[in-house]
């Protein structure tokens, strides 16, 4: 069974740049999480999908940052414009499904180490 | 708003030699999750505990959550070099359902 996939692995770009990151989950994943983890620092959620529906989306920059996750499957986050300060490794994960009060393990992809210089 | 933090940041171990981390949260937990990630490698689930002062075993790793759900542990007994990377707990909370709050992680060596 294929692993939540992401694409690109590695992007450098010059600041005010846009950017875009895509995610394949696995298949059957209804829930979909975009992470972005710092240097030395756990995975800080930017935004979570139950489906095609933003569930919470409270720590997503939004004057910068938008997601879409059109057909409930994959998904795209973007930036822009790209900061000094957005670089990082943005996960994308997944899951089969989640309750009320109740989360399930999350598949993570392999990450787009993002650079902004 | 809700933290997960752990302790300690680094750990520095021979080889044979035990190791535990420790994770606590300001507000109570519906579940924990315990997480691995090798250098240069992604997050890769280990378990999840749910059940006030539940103990989960996985060969030499030891998994505690608090009775209170408020603190979890994770202990490893006799490291070796396969161990080595950084360890994350990640804490469901009650007040935003299904809202996964990651803490900041230990990271492992090992002397060989």
Known sequence: ?117 | GQQVMQIPQYQHVQEGEDFTTYCNSSTTLSNIQWYKQRPGGHPVFLIQLVKSGEVKKQKRLTFQFGEAKKNSSLHITATQTTDVGTYFCAGGAYSSASKIIFGSGTRLSIRP
């Open chain 1, 1 to 117: 069974e294929a692993g939540v996939v992401q694409s690109p692995r590695y992007k450098i770009i010059e600041k005010k740049q846009p950017v875009a990151f895509w995610c394949n989950p696995i298949s059957g994943h209804n829930t979909l999480y975009w992470y972005r983890q710092n240097l030395g620092q756990g995975p800080e959620l930017l935004i979570r999908y139950e489906n095609e529906e933003a569930v919470d989306d409270s720590q997503l920059p939004k004057d910068r940052f938008s997601a879409e996750r059109l057909k409930g499957v994959d998904s795209t986050l973007k930036i822009q414009p790209a900061e000094l300060g957005d670089s990082a490794v943005y996960l994308c994960a997944s899951s089969p499904r989640t309750g009320i009060f109740m989360n399930t393990e999350a598949f993570f992809g392999q990450g787009t180490r993002l650079t902004v210089v």
